[in-house]
């Protein structure tokens, strides 16, 4: 059978979605016969189009045609160009009447819950650096942990080190050292380590680790080893202090039991990668519908990646809670417009030849299906990277698009469950929170069974709907959250490294 997709009755392309693509000469309808081979996720012209017109999807623009296209024929990156983004300063904003929203009631999930109020899915022991020096040592350790520690403490699922290339060589006061140096240390406070973080520092660095410490916790009360400490004679010294300091940690964490928490407890991070032209057809508005659910269940989400925000940015500042809201979304997409423009790039640079290769022709068209992941409730606050998220609710958490550096903030936001979606594939994965796999399609699906948790393809036929779907995805949250249902990416072991965003200088 032949599908192709219409998003919108104001589009003028519509999506191929049959697995194998379709050849040339395949008949759409009376007034369409393909004048090419047209793969699958990529558009095909419904009308004729001139030079100059705009080309429609989702009821917007996505571009414009650089030539002339006849019906019928291969629409992409080739021959179109890019519009110009949505201008910040025309961007209005009207206060709306406080939308009711209805609540959820009686979802719960089996979380550790932390004596600071937050709850955790995973009990974690957490070792964050304080410079990259002291890498290879904590990635000793930890190996060591899992081999001789770790079965004496069978409530404690993971150790885990924070490693990264900051902490010196850098100009630790400049304006935005603030950025790398509140992501490490509001990492520390995940509720997945329970508060039992440990810091292990070089000594000669300019980060240091008595600044990575929560608010009010006291040097001598925490966990901070120098390997310059001349009490140390020698690599074993050193290990043999650390694994000290570890079993002391990994005592308190194996009391830790999992007990009933209500649903608005979850802190959901979602976030797409290896996009495609499924995304926002199926994973991100099923994930938006589940989005939706947690927050009339009284929990928090948060979406980001600016770049793939920015060109959607006048579909969200009318959704602020209030002006204030309103205004920081504005104000964060103007910085980030002159961060890249400080670097000679601009948003174009973030389509990739993979989103390319799945249909997505430009950034706008990507924005357009990315920001449907944060479903339709009030966006209730604007988190700065690196920051530690507010309020209850749905809230933009500003980061770069890049994977790595996108999950690493919102690990330092607060998110205690993690949503992938992704229509190419990638086996991103995260060791301190689960990672819950979306595939677009269910060829992805399939190829990939055993590295997607959740296929939101059969949306794409009418096989289901949105709703059905986002309610299968909801209870999977809890179940995953509960850690009842075990992720691909620990099943498997597979995770990336976190990865700083530092846009200050290096010395």
């Known amino acids: 059978m032949t599908t192709l997709i219409q998003t919108s009755p104001l589009d003028n392309v519509g999506i191929v979605a049959n697995p194998q693509g379709l ?6 309808s009376d007034q369409i016969t393909l004048s090419e081979y047209i793969p699958m996720g990529h558009k095909v012209a419904l009308t004729d189009l001139t030079e100059g017109e705009a080309v429609i999807r989702y009821g917007h623009t996505i571009g414009y045609a650089d030539k002339r296209i006849q019906k019928g024929a291969w629409v992409n990156e080739r021959n179109i160009r890019l519009p110009e983004p949505p201008t910040l300063d025309a961007i209005s904003y009207t206060q709306k009447p406080i939308q009711v929203i209805e609540k959820l009631e009686g979802y719960t999930f089996k979380g550790y819950r932390n004596s600071d109020g937050s709850v955790g ?68 406070q995940n509720p997945n380590f329970g508060g ?40 074993g010294d050193m290990v043999a ?28 991070g979602m976030q797409c990668g290896g996009s495609d032209a499924f995304s926002g057809l199926t994973g991100n508005p099923v994930s938006g519908f589940a989005a939706d659910l947690i927050v009339r269940a009284g929990g928090t989400v948060f979406f980001s990646e600016v770049t793939e925000v920015r060109d959607a940015i006048h579909l969200l500042v009318p959704r602020a809670a209030d002006e204030t809201v309103a205004q920081a979304l504005k104000d964060e997409m103007a910085w980030y417009d002159a961060y890249l423009q400080q670097g000679r790039a601009d948003r174009s640079a973030n389509t990739t030849p993979g989103n390319k290769g799945g249909g997505l022709s430009t950034i706008v068209e990507k924005a357009l299906g990315s920001v449907v992941k944060s479903g339709t409730s009030p966006i209730v606050d604007m988190v700065a990277p690196g920051e530690k998220v507010r309020k209850r609710g749905l809230n933009f958490v500003a980061t770069p698009a890049s994977d790595f550096v996108c999950g690493t903030l919102q ?54 709907t949105i709703e059905e779907m986002g309610w299968e995805l909801f209870h999977l949250m809890l179940d995953v959250a509960s850690g009842t249902r075990q992720v691909a990416t620990d099943k498997l072991g597979l995770y990336n490294d976190l990865v700083l965003f530092n846009p200050g200088p290096l010395t």
């Open 241 to 268: 202090g650390i694994m000290q300091t570890a079993e002391r940690h990994l005592q308190k964490l194996n009391q830790r039991q999992r007990t009933t928490c209500p649903a608005s407890e979850l802190v959901v």
């Open 23 to 28: 050849e040339k000469g395949t008949i759409i």
């Open 411 to 464: 690990l330092a936001a607060g998110m205690n469950l993690h949503v992938f979606i992704t229509g190419r594939g990638t086996p991103y994965g995260l060791n301190m929170v689960p990672v819950i796999k979306v595939s677009s399609n269910t060829k992805l699906s399939q190829r990939w069974h055993d590295l997607i948790d959740f296929d939101a393809g059969p949306v794409a036929f009418g096989h289901k």
């Open 121 to 188: 899915t995973k009990n974690v022991l957490g070792i964050t650096t304080s410079v990259q020096c002291v890498a290879g040592i904590t990635d000793f350790i930890c190996q060591k942990i899992r081999r001789e520690l770790l079965p004496l403490y069978p409530n404690v699922d993971e150790v885990v080190a924070f490693n990264h290339s900051y902490g010196c060589g850098i100009a630790i006061d400049a304006p935005a050292a603030i950025i790398p140096i509140r992501t490490i240390q509001h990492i520390a």
């Open 196 to 235: 039992e973080i440990m810091i292990v520092g070089l000594g000669c660095e300019k980060l240091r680790p008595e600044r990575l410490l929560p608010n009010g916790r006291d040097a001598a009360e925490s966990s901070i080893t120098y390997l310059q400490d001349e009490a140390f004679e020698g690599f």
